[in-house]
């Protein structure tokens, strides 16, 4: 079964400039999670789906943070305009429903110059 | 406050050996779940094991085990025969399931293991 994957990897920015990050989940993963991770520290929940309904997005800072996951399955994490303070690792995760194991993808680490 | 506490900011062990990764955590509910995680260098954070707060028994998966004192409220990692591969952070996290509240989960700060040949 194939896990959950996200793109790009890597991004290097310039500061307020757009950046935008994709995840899939695992088939099946009715519940989707962004995180952030800034460097030494553990990830911080930013929004999560349950199916296409955002809930719990009170960490996402919504001026310039946005994130969708139409048709309930793939999402889209966007950052515009990006600041020096965002560079970070994004992490992607998806679960069953909220109370079981989350699975996490690979990460987008991001850099803004 | 914290949550989750990871004293350990990084620990060394010699490979074979066991190792113990501390856990306290800090909650007022009575349904709420304990996991721990592993991050390599690629980044990916892989689930190692999870113990409910009802579970009697102390959780184990393989090599890892978890020994959960709720009393006080801690959730150690032990981790036996150590193995080259085990060197990576470690998190500790916590999913609380308040009535009626937002569902969000809090991770520590890591743990950063070194196995040592």
């Known amino acids: 079964e194939a896990g959950v994957v996200q793109s790009p990897r890597y991004k290097i920015i310039e500061k307020k400039q757009p950046v935008a990050f994709w995840c899939n989940p695992i088939?099946?993963?009715?519940?989707l999670y962004w995180y952030r991770q800034n460097l030494g520290q553990g990830p911080e929940l930013l929004i999560r789906?349950?199916?296409?309904?955002?809930?719990?997005d009170s960490q996402l800072p919504k001026d310039r943070f946005s994130a969708e996951r139409l048709k309930g399955v793939d999402s889209t994490l966007k950052i515009q305009p990006a600041e020096l303070g965002d560079s970070a690792v994004y992490l992607c995760a998806s679960s069953l429903g909220p109370p079981s194991t989350q699975y996490f993808g690979p990460g987008t680490r991001l850099t803004v110059l | 406050a914290q949550k989750i506490t990871q004293t350990q900011p990084g620990m060394f062990v010699q490979e074979k050996e066991a190792v113990t990764l501390d856990c306290t955590y800090d909650t007022s509910d009575q349904s709420y779940g304990l996991f721990w995680y592993k991050q390599p260098s690629s980044g990916e954070m892989i689930f190692l094991i999870y113990?409910?707060?009802?579970?009697?028994q102390n959780a184990t998966e393989g090599r890892y085990s978890l020994n959960f004192q709720k009393a006080r409220k801690s959730a150690n990692l032990v981790i036996s025969a150590s193995q080259l591969g085990d060197s990576a952070m470690y998190f500790c996290a916590m999913r609380e399931v308040p009535s009626g509240g937002s569902y969000i989960p809090t991770f520590g700060r890591g743990t950063s293991l070194i196995v040592h040949p």
């Open positions: 113990q409910g707060s009802y579970d009697e």
């Open positions: 088939s099946g993963h009715n519940t």
């Open positions: 789906y349950e199916n296409e309904e955002a809930v719990d």
